[in-house]
């Protein structure tokens, strides 16, 4: 192994906790931005370091051979693309959330806040990084604990007990999952090959039976719940409501695209043919949190929770994209992860925004906003069209490439599912008339005293510019990308039936 340059980029954050924890309450922040700043720039001179030279950042120390668990880590297209995500995401959470934890604003300081918003990209980064089951299992779980105690630590009067159910629902899907990191292990003994290695455990040929199909489920299940999916979706709501937006940005945006990530990379990539078998049930799953999400997002009056109903709308666009098995679906799915984060994110920000200064999340507290903050409603309309796929935002192109994709294998389930970009026009349009058009009320004179500050544009500007970029540019993404898409298309044996259409032509 070369330099560790993976193990650098996952651990910058990690030593910015350390030194928060040794500096002055009031130079936390500033350290915190410093590192996150210091870890999104390292990121794109590693990609371009390796892309000019044609190297390779693969690391591989054996760890326990007992098991054929390895230190492994490496970053292909689909976990490039979440890194990046991941990495711009962070400063702009911090920036947005520069006052948070100072005076009486939580049960922790703002220290705290800052070295756990950290924790958690440290731990997103190698579960995004990681080419061993184990390794990926323990930073997986580790993430939960900096999350509850944001959840906890800040946020609505309910805090408390929405950062339990968080937590209660995050170990239940741990646990499931550990029967299954097991029962792999104990495969891939039987295989002749004593390995926990995804790429080695993509190789292996597993005779499907009930017990494959048993540890397929158990994986399933758990990265559903954290997805997450319906009915797994109950902690979602009350754990958007009850965070401060960056938390919320954070938990959506990257937190649980670990599930859909846990979709491709395990069940698909270790378990191929229980994968295709339990397809048409899970794809009924995903146009089910298609409309429940949208439906729910319509008639939600908390603004907090609206956004988290229209992520599970999202989130099964996403599955739908992975287990429709067409490379057009998969690659516009994984895509898909990357421009959710970048929308849903600007837009937990920019409400957040609004939020603190009207002292309320209800949708019917506001009106008239366009008048006196025409920035915030600005951000907020584009913030809320990319999250509704319009054609010019990124997350037009990969909606467009998962039901376009869908559609060649199961055009019935495609069909349906357009009817949920219908219904996101309405929730965002809606949302948006109430809030922003009409007449200034008393309350929004009364609170909304002023637009975005600097700072408070500079959290949301480079999400809206990477978002409209890729929406007109979106080649370099789903460059890196199709080669990740291929590999699982081949390891599965699927006929790529979109291939053999554009052929047909």
Not at 343 to 352: D, E, I, P, Q, R
Request: proline share 4%; glycine share 10%; aromatic share 12%.
């Amino acid at each position: 192994m070369a330099f560790p340059f993976l193990t650098v980029l996952g651990l910058i954050p990690l030593v910015g906790v350390v030194l928060i924890i040794l500096s002055k309450q009031a130079a936390a922040r500033v350290i915190g931005l410093v590192m996150a700043f210091a870890a999104l720039v390292y990121t794109v001179g590693v990609v371009a370091t390796t892309k000019m030279t044609s190297g390779a950042v693969a690391e591989h120390v054996t760890w326990l051979p007992i098991i054929g668990s390895s230190y492994a880590l490496d970053l292909d297209g689909m976990g490039l693309v979440m890194v990046a995500l991941t990495v711009l995401l962070v400063p702009m959470v911090l920036i947005a959330e520069w006052k948070t934890g100072i005076g009486e604003t939580g049960r922790f300081s703002s220290k705290a806040f800052v070295c756990l918003v950290l924790l958690v990209e440290c731990f997103s980064l190698f579960s995004f990084m990681s080419m061993d089951l184990v390794i990926f299992y323990i930073f997986f779980e580790a993430t939960l604990i900096p999350m509850y105690f944001l959840i906890g630590g800040w946020g609505g009067a309910e805090r408390g007990k929405a950062a339990a159910k968080f937590l209660i629902f995050g170990l239940a899907g741990g646990l499931i999952m550990l029967f299954g990191v097991i029962g792999v292990g104990a495969l891939s003994t039987g295989a002749g090959a004593v390995t926990m290695s995804f790429a080695d455990l993509t190789g292996l040929d597993f005779v499907s039976n009930p017990v494959t199909k048993l540890l397929f489920i158990c994986f399933f299940v758990a990265f559903a719940l954290k997805a997450p999916m319906v009915p797994g979706h109950i902690w979602l709501p009350d754990a958007a409501e009850e965070s401060t937006p960056g938390g919320a940005a954070l938990m959506v945006g990257v937190l649980d695209k670990l599930g859909t990530f846990g979709m491709i990379r395990v069940c698909v990539g270790i378990f191929p043919e229980e994968s295709q078998w339990a397809s048409p049930v899970i794809l009924v799953l995903a146009l089910i949190s298609i409309f429940y999400g949208a439906f729910a997002a319509i008639g939600s009056k908390n603004l907090m929770r609206l956004i988290a109903y229209t992520s599970i709308s999202h989130f099964g666009f996403m599955v739908m994209g992975i287990f429709a098995f067409t490379s057009q679906s998969i690659t516009g799915s994984i895509f898909y992860m990357v421009n959710h984060g970048l929308s849903t994110g600007a837009l937990y920000l920019v409400v957040g925004y609004l939020i603190s200064r009207r002292g309320s999340a209800g949708v019917n507290d506001f009106g008239g906003v366009a008048k006196v903050a025409p920035l915030a409603a600005g951000f907020t309309l584009v913030a809320g069209l990319a999250s509704c796929a319009l054609p010019g935002t990124s997350s037009f192109v990969s909606e467009f490439m998962v039901m376009a994709g869908a559609w060649a294998r199961h055009p019935v389930i495609a069909g349906i599912s357009v009817l949920g970009v219908v219904l996101a026009a309405v929730y965002i349009l809606w949302t948006y008339q109430r809030m922003m058009t009409g007449p200034v009320t008393d309350a929004t004179r009364d609170h909304v005293t002023s637009d975005l500050t600097w700072r408070e544009r500079w959290a949301i500007i480079p999400l809206v510019a990477v978002f409209l970029l890729l929406g007109f540019w979106p080649k370099p993404a789903l460059d890196e990308i199709a080669p990740t898409t291929d590999y699982y298309m081949t390891s599965a044996a699927v006929t790529d039936l979109v291939a053999q259409i554009e052929e047909g032509r």
